[in-house]
Every structure is written in structure tokens, then in C-alpha cells.
């Protein structure tokens, strides 16, 4: 439910997460385990990789609004990582579970944020104009919506059907 005196951009994107979270649900739902790994082209990102580079840029997103998790495999997801063939990946289960809890601390978090906090300065080092916690929580949610659209046409390139389909 959305708060009255919540701030309308970030009630937007708190509405964005939610999407995000059904459209990954569907997405993995039937997808079996060894199609995780499985690479669109020699040197693209499996959906293991994707959905663990979403989990790990929520991650980011929490911590800016002051949560988070200690999640011990992110850095297979961390910004510039590559899919390694011989590294060990979280199943689809646990990734999905950690994006669960840090959607249910964001839904707690964002609408306790006030202007102060919104206008101060963000984390740095994203490439986006506004700088502030506000701009960070903007430029997060896009980044996570773009790469759902990744796990959407890998989904669909493995035979499942599409995250919007029927």
C-alpha cells in the first residue's frame, strides 16, 4: 500500500520493485536448473548470473536506505563480474529468497524516507546526473528493470515462454 505523504517518485519506484519482483518470479518459475547456466553466445551472462547481479544491485539499493544483507556470494555479481564457469552459483531458490527479504525491508525503508534523506548525498561512483540518495534509488531501480528485461529475452531464447506471454 502505497503512503499518502510518501514522496511520488519513490512510491513509483517502490511500485517498479514490485513489478520487477513478479516479473523475476515468472520469469524463473519453471526454468530448470541446468538451464541457469546456459549462455545466449560465448561471452554473454547466463540467467544465473543476471538474476544474481539483481539480487546483489537490490542489495545496494537497501543499503542505501540503510538495510541490506550480508550476502557471501556477491561478489560473482559485483559490477564489471563476469560469468566463471568453475565458480559455485547460489540456486535459483536462495536468489530468489534473498530478493524477497530485501524487498520486504525496501517496502519498510522507502516510505520512511523524508526530503533530508533524499537530498543528501548518494553512495557516488553511478553514472547517473543526480547524485543525491534520491537520484541513487532512480538510477538503481532502472539498472535492476534493465537487466530483468536480459532474464525476459533469455528466458524466452531457452524455449520458456515470455514474462509477459499470455
Known sequence: MIDLHMDPAIASFG??????????????AAVKAEDLTRRPGPGSNPLVWLVGHVVVS???LA?????????SWAG???????????????DKDEL???LGELSAQLQVRLPALGEER??????????????????????????EAYHVGQVGYVVKWLGYPGIVDG
Do not use: C, W
Open 15 to 28: 511500485q517498479l520493485l514490485g513489478v520487477n519482483d513478479r516479473l523475476l518470479g515468472k520469469a524463473l
Open 96 to 98: 530468489l529468497r534473498a
Open 118 to 143: 533524499l537530498s543528501a548525498p548518494g553512495p557516488g561512483g553511478l553514472p547517473a546526473p543526480d547524485q543525491t540518495v534520491r537520484g541513487a534509488i532512480a538510477f538503481l531501480v532502472y539498472h
Open 63 to 71: 543499503r542505501v536506505v540503510g538495510g541490506g544483507l550480508e550476502l
Open 76 to 90: 560473482l555479481f559485483g559490477r564489471k563480474s563476469r560469468f566463471d564457469v568453475g565458480a559455485v552459483y547460489p
Open 58 to 60: 537490490r542489495n545496494m
